[in-house]
């Protein structure tokens, strides 16, 4: 099936027994920040593409994304050329395949990684897709990051939604593959709940230098769209 991407103009191919885009991807596109000098930019786990479909609207730059499960880069095949957008490339591979397989730095990575650990005793969803979206079967956090460290450009950015719970874990990790802390926010359902998740930059070979955002409320945000 064929829905809107929220108030984008753009559609975007879905299908229900697959992993569909959320409102955390959409936050993720919204939060990032391009300067005039960035040119490249890649988003991991794309899913059927919201991410480098809504960021194509916002900057006329090199974008990639990737996917691993082929049905749902299919999806995002699709809605990619719908849209008939031309600055997007869209790789069928596993993220961990990316160490050599460009001859250029990227200036920004963005990731709507699985949220949940994966071990044996994890239950899972009796969908592959699904379970593989949401848990960290095929790449974990550590992945992320560190394969985010050897195609970005020093003072290039990493933009990560996350589950709050993985904060101190993500923070180890930034600190481990030479990354320095920049923006923080918190997002919430409404004002009467607990953060449900985070969204984050943090930039390669930078120091720390910390900004934390006003508090995101989902509910207001809808509103607006």
Do not use: W
């Not at 879905?14 to 993720?28: A, E, G, P, R």
């Not at 890649?42 to 994304?65: E, H, R, W, Y």
């Not at 160490?99 to 994890?122: E, G, L, M, R």
């Not at 004002?191 to 900004?211: G, P, R």
């Amino acid at each position: 099936m064929i829905n809107d991407l929220l108030n984008y103009n753009l559609k975007i191919y879905q299908n229900d027994s697959q992993f569909k885009f959320s409102i955390d991807s959409v936050l993720l596109a919204e939060f990032v920040d391009i300067n005039l000098r960035a040119k490249n930019i890649i988003d991991f786990c794309s899913g059927n593409a919201p991410i480098p479909m809504i960021l194509s609207t916002k900057f006329d730059k090199n974008i990639v994304g990737v996917e691993l499960q082929e049905e749902i880069y299919n999806l995002g095949i699709n809605s990619i050329k719908i849209n008939n957008i031309k600055n997007i490339t869209f790789l069928n591979m596993n993220v961990k395949e990316l160490y050599n397989y460009f001859d250029y730095k990227f200036d920004i990575v963005t990731c709507n990684p699985p949220y949940f650990k994966y071990n044996n005793s994890s239950i899972i969803n009796e969908n592959n897709s699904k379970a593989i979206a949401r848990h960290e079967i095929e790449i974990n956090l550590d992945d992320v990051i560190n394969v985010a460290s050897k195609i970005l450009k020093e003072s290039g950015s990493l933009y990560i939604v996350h589950r709050c719970e993985r904060l101190v874990e993500m923070l180890n990790l930034f600190k481990k593959y030479n990354f320095g802390l920049r923006k923080l926010q918190f997002v919430y359902n409404d004002l009467n709940s607990n953060s449900c998740f985070l969204l984050v930059e943090a930039k390669y070979k930078c120091n720390d230098d910390l900004k934390v955002f006003k508090p995101l409320y989902i509910d207001k945000y809808l509103e607006g769209k």
